[in-house]
Each structure stands twice: as C-alpha cells, then as structure tokens.
C-alpha cells in the first residue's frame, strides 16, 4: 500500500471524528488537555526516576531447592483468590508499607515507598511526628489528578498515618467524588478540616482550583494489641473492597491488602522481612491444590510474596471479621472498641480481593511497549488501550487510575466462562461469566458472610462498563459469588496462528543474548530472557506449550531461578537504541530516532532521563537519594535508578559487551 | 444560520444554501485545502468545487455531521488536485513529509495482495481511532486529515513541537501494529 492510498483511507473516517477536530480547543480548555496530557507525562517522569530498585536492607534472599518444578499446566491457572475489584477507582496491585524507623515508609523489601510526611490528625490538627504542627506548606503538593500511593497504615502506637496533600488545579475540574475510603480533609483558609469520613459511597465534592486538600489513608479496621479484629474509629464496615492482613509489631502497625498469589515460571522466592520469615513453599503446602503436583514451586517473580505467617495471620484476621460479621446477625449492629460502641452502618461485603500479579507478566501481557510505564511496582499503561485483554486465559481488566490517564492492569479472574463470542476489534459486547471461587485459601473455613438475604444481583457501573453482580447463597452463607460483565473485549480468539516479525529482525538478533539489563559502572549484569516465538515449534513442544498459549507472536520466558550473568562493558562496546525520551538532537528526517553510539554516557543517559522532563506542569517531586543498591536484575544503577523493562539484545565475546541494542520488539 | 436550517436549505433546493454554507464553512473548508495544496488559487478552486458538490449530493443525503461531511469532500478534491499537481511536480509541501510519515505506518508485506491492502476500509481505520484516547485521535486527525504542521498542532494545543511529533509516532506504532493484525 502507497502512504497516499493510506492518507486517502484515513479521509473517509466517521464525519462525526472528522468534526470533533475541527476545531484547536480554546485556551483554557486547551491548556488543560494538554496539562492533563503534560500531569500525565510527568508522572512518568516521576516513576522513570522512581526506583524498581531493591533495597536489600532486611533482605536475605534465600535460594530455592534444586528439585523445584513447575508445570505449564499449572501455569495455566491461577490458583489464587483473584477477583477484580470493580468498585474501586483505585485499582492496585498491591498496597502496602511500613513504617521504618526513620520515619520513611517501607515496602516489605525495605525498598523506600514514597516521601510523604507521617502525620497525626488531633482536634483537627495536623501534627508531625515530633508533635509539631505539620507545616502545610511542605512540598508534598501533588495535583489531585495525581495517583496517590495508597498507603495503608496506621500506627497504632502514634496513630501516624501518611499525609497525602493535593493541590486542586485546573485538570481536576472533571472530578466528582473521592473513593471512600479516604478520610478527606480540606485546607481552606488556614484551617484543615474533615469534609467526611465516610467508607461507604463515594463522597462527592467540589472542588475550587487551588485549594489544597488532604488524604489521610485510614484502614477501615485493624487489628488490636489483643489481637481482635476492629474497626478504624469513625469507620464502618461496608462494602470494603479489600481484605488486609494487619499486623502489629514492635509498635508498627503492617497492613497488608492482599492477595496473592498465582504461579508464574519465574521461580521461586523466600524473603526474609525483619523478622518474618516467609516462605511461598510453605505457603503452597498450606494449599488446598486438588490436581498439583505435590512437588510443585510456586512462582513469583519479583512481586511481593506472602508467607505462611501472614497467610496465618490472614486467618485469623478474617475469623475476627467473620466473627464481627456474624455478630451483625439477629440484631446485633454494634462492635465495641476500647469501651465504646461503633454502630455498623453498612453491612460489609467480601467481594473482592485483590490480587498481586507479577509485574513483569503485565508489562509485557499489556502489548504496552513503549505505553509501559512503571508506577513504582506497578505497570501503567496509557489509557488509549483497550480496557481488556485476556492473556493467557486470564481476563485481565484495565482500570482507570483515578484522574489520570492511565491504566492499572488488574486480574479479574483465571477461570473464565464465555458465554458468548465476540468478535476482534468489534466493538461487540461480550458476555463473560467469571467464576470466582471464594476459597479464602487461608482460611479454614472458606466461608464469608456477605449478609445477602437470597440470591441477588446488582448492577455496578464502573467507567463506561456495566457489571451485574451476582451473589448466590449457600446454607446461611455465601460461598461463591459470580460476575458478570458486560465489556467490549478487544482480543480474538482463533486458531489462527500469528506470525512472528519479518526475518531479518531475528537475522538480525541472532546468536544476541536478550534480557533485562543492569548496568554498574562497567558492568552489565544481564538478566536472562528466553525468547519463544510462536513458530518455534520445537521449543514449544519441550516446553509443554501450545500455540493456544501465545497472545502474541511470542513468548518471554525467564529461567526459574531466574539467571543472571554479569558482563563487562569496555571501550569499544557500541549502543543502539531509540532515543524515545528526545535526550538527542537527531535529523529530523529520522524518525524512528534510532540512535548508534560507543558512548556509555550517551546509553546511561537514555536509560536514566525520562520523557517528558521538560514538562513544567508540576513541581519536582522530592529528589530520589542515590541509592547503594544490591543488585536486582533488571534495573540500572546508576545515579537515580530507573526502570528499563525492555528486553535489550547483547553481544558479547567472551565476558565482554561487543554491543547492546534496544528494540521496541519486547517488553518484559 | 445552524447547521440543520442550512440543511433544510439543500433539501428546499434553495441556492441561499450554498451562501449559507459558504459564510459558515468557508474559511474552515478553504483550510482544510489549503493544508493539502498550499496553494491559494489551488484550495479555492477545491472549496468552490465543495459547495458544487454538496448541492448534489443533498438530498438525498442528510448528514448528520454536516461540517465533517463538508470537509470529507474537500479534503477529497484537494486530494485529487495534489495528486495532478504531483504528477506535474508542482506544489512539492508538507504532504509529501506527511505521506513520508504515513510510509512508516504500512507494514512491510511482501504478498502483494495482502489483505490489508485489499480490504483495508474506513471503518477499520474508525475503529482504530474511536479507540483512541481524545488528546491522541484530535494530534492524529488534525495531521492525517487535515494535515495542519507539527508546528500548527503545537501551537493550536499549547504543547511542544517534540510531544506533538512523539504522540504521533506513538500513534503511528500503534496504527501500524493494527494493520498488520488486520
């Protein structure tokens, strides 16, 4: 096909698109398109600079048995409490922190969370941690539109819980409510005051351009010292969306929102958190897996796993909430807490949980390559995409992060019933009927009351999709709940198999090793990747795949253990790669902005400066330490780290680096 | 005068249509020429060659897009004028870098009766756009349709050169992954 043939073609859109932009915006309008478009952008920039680093500060990294295996049948499935959670506009893979001694919040690898200030809310007062007044000019402002990190903590010592503070500005004008699971707070003339607390509906607000507000991240309930499940005071138990696991230590409060955990081939992983030993091998013994192989590894990549202690803790956790559920029953709508009486206002519905998926499966399952941006330990992608996808039998939903533009990849479920067809790139709605199996694995019961009367069904808007709920009862208990969605689905199932790119891309690649890459001064640590393509059929075989495995003409896959080798990069090594972030002056004649260089600077520079920096929208955020990290595959280094999650082609010779190219071929 | 009086104009047969449409539609439509052509005399031509055809086209029609509808014929006709002028070599412009960055856009085939190629229609390219975030169709539109400049799209939305340049290459990735799906 001729471009002019193609340039003919695009003339003959809908008249409808053709008249939506026939018009530049007004200025004001304009401006907050493009800031939107620019808050968004910045973001990146904020999360290229953020760290998927490992902070191996309390961290021991624990080496798996030689005669762990895992099967591609298992793999197939998700053999986790994965359920999507529709009602929240703030999707995440995970969520949680500690609180470290410093004052800083920590994931549970130690790995720094995000600079935002501990504070206390005391008669409307917000004090620091020293129990001074917090200074509310402190450079913690984000624009509302800004993801926050969601915090779930709360010392119960203290009663710290993380500030979050926002400054409304023009993009934020389209915004109606805050999730209710906020404690809002409005700055406004000098004075902080609640505007609601209020876990049930979403709040809506208005909002004025420029005024500050403030997020306290309240948990809904915790655990006591005595080990009682109870509610957050000023909280109910509604229809939470979330289970947590809570526990207190030493004073700090951990709350986990859970959970995990599917297998991957990436290997299996133990940590060792302070002192809390977890073990994912254990935690799958602790597993009901009917049709496992009992020698069977769990897989993790590099997402957090949970171990038996807190899946334990989980029990009892949810045995509490049962407890305080069951007590709800007959006429009892009131927990006591420290003496007082809380009245229940919304019965509590263990609908969702949320699941912990490998990030690195999401990234490169998102089709996102140069949309993939990293959020912390989460994927975004650029919310142009199509809301679902289905990757290897597994529904995945992107949902949108509130404000932004951006996507949070988030499972639905692994079992999935089809009811109907549907139709590729169709705008055909497609009626998926997941199954959910309220299993609780850490749970000795399986049971969870969701205090519906019968069967029944609602219906829930979520963005632009409807979804019917529906909850069957069991006895006097709900076991399983069933969804319904209604959703356009963008992917196509067939038999047709999908061919790999034209050869002299693999020509081209050949006998290069590919993987993630880390540099360290002139060492290239590379993590391996395996490259499948579909028409591999070989390899497929010896793997125990199918064609009916691949959504796309290829497969990445990581050794398990995963295996890293370090390489030495000298003088004479060369750099290819696309200079996405515009760092150089190029010919404008080329536009793929390919660039070759022997220069490791020039590379660096690429790794580590991100998009969109030149964007004056907001304020830098707080400036990321230089951080003395131990090794993990897959992230740079140098200076600020950053994230390159782009599987890069190297030659070598021997233990030298000959050459390192980047392709927008892959994402891991 | 709205669009739907101007409408009911055509369908009255009276000639106060075309005034209508031309005092509404003029310099938008002599715009969307002029991007194609570069050429005053040219884009004009095309305009008056618009209004000629709309009178014969409606009725039947009644578009419910009557600007887009107005605009598709225009772009149509300074289409054909640039590819006569191409052929004389006169009026080398910006179209020739845009077709250059739509070149990138079709993938590599070498069945010369891909199918894409062959069937490739409008809906499937409505499709790719409606899936578009609204930021990303308008930068797309404002280039491929109605071929205003990097610097134009820039300007008009208040953003750089480079972040206009880099949603269209972006775009364009993804307008190319989808050809080669279809």
Known sequence: MKPEKLFEVIG???????????????????????????????????????????????????????????????????????????????????????????????????????????????????????????????????????????????????????????????????????????????????????????????????????????????????????????????????????????????????????????????????????????????????????????????????HEAMAVEVARSMIDAFNDMLSIQKGLEGDGQFVEYQGRQYEIVNDARFQHIRSIQDIREFAEAAFTQDFAEWYFYRPLVHDDLPRYREIDGVLVMFLPIWGERFLFPQIIDGDIEILEGFTFRDSFIARVNISLEMIMRYMQDGYISAHHDAASSEIFQVGEHTMLLTFILEGNEWRIFRYEIELPLSVEFSDAVATPPTPPLEVIHEGALTGAIAIQGNALYLDFVEVIWQSDTARILELGLSRHDFTRPYMLRHDNPPRTQRFEITDETTFSFVDSSFNFELDDQNWGRLVYTNSLDDFILHLTQPSWSEFEFQPTPPSWPEFEIQLEVGTALIGTPTLQRIVYFVRVDGNYVTNITQEFMFIQ | MDDNMILNLYFQRDEKAICETQRKYAGYLYTVASNILHSAEDAEECVNDTYFKTWEAIPPKRPTFFKGFLAKITRNCSLDKYRINNAKKRNANQVDLLLSELAEVIPATTDVHSTYENNLVAADINKFLLNLNKETRFIFMRRYWYADSIATIASGCRASESKIKSSLLRTRRKLKGFLELT
């Open chain 1, 12 to 302: 003959e859109v809908d008249e409808s698109i053709v008249a939506e932009s026939a018009e530049y915006p007004r200025k004001a309008q304009g401006a907050g398109l493009f800031l939107r478009f620019a808050a968004a952008a910045c973001l990146i920039a904020v999360i290229g600079v953020s760290a998927w680093a490992v902070w191996q500060m309390n961290y021991t990294r624990v080496e798996t048995p030689a005669d762990t295996q895992v099967t591609q049948e298992a793999n197939a499935h998700y053999d986790t409490l994965l359920m999507a959670d529709f009602l929240m506009d703030f999707p995440s893979l995970f969520s949680f922190g500690i609180v470290a001694e410093d004052g800083s919040i920590r994931d549970i690898r130690g790995r720094l969370l995000e600079e935002v200030p501990l504070v206390r809310l005391e008669n409307d007062r917000l004090l620091d941690i020293h129990g001074h007044e917090f200074p509310l000019d402190a450079p913690f402002r984000w624009p509302l539109t800004r993801v926050a990190t969601q915090f779930n903590l709360y010392d119960l010592d203290s009663g710290f819980t993380p500030l979050i503070l926002m400054e409304v500005t023009e993009t934020d004008e389209n915004l109606q409510s805050f999730p209710s699971w906020w404690v809002l707070y409005q700055y406004i003339d000098g004075a902080f005051t609640s505007v609601s607390i209020d876990y049930g509906e979403h709040m809506p607000i208005a909002l004025d351009i420029g005024q500050v507000v403030g997020f306290l991240s309240m948990p809904s309930f915790f655990v006591d010292e005595d080990g009682r499940l109870i509610m957050n005071e000023g909280s109910v138990i509604n229809r939470t969306s979330r289970f947590w696991h809570v526990s207190l230590e030493d004073g700090v409060l951990t709350v986990l929102e859970i959970l995990p955990l599917y297998e991957r081939p990436y290997g299996l992983e133990s940590l060792r958190l302070q002192d809390m030993e977890m073990s994912l091998r254990n935690l799958v013994e602790q597993r009901h897996r009917p049709n496992e192989n009992a020698n069977m590894s769990v897989s993790v990549a590099e």
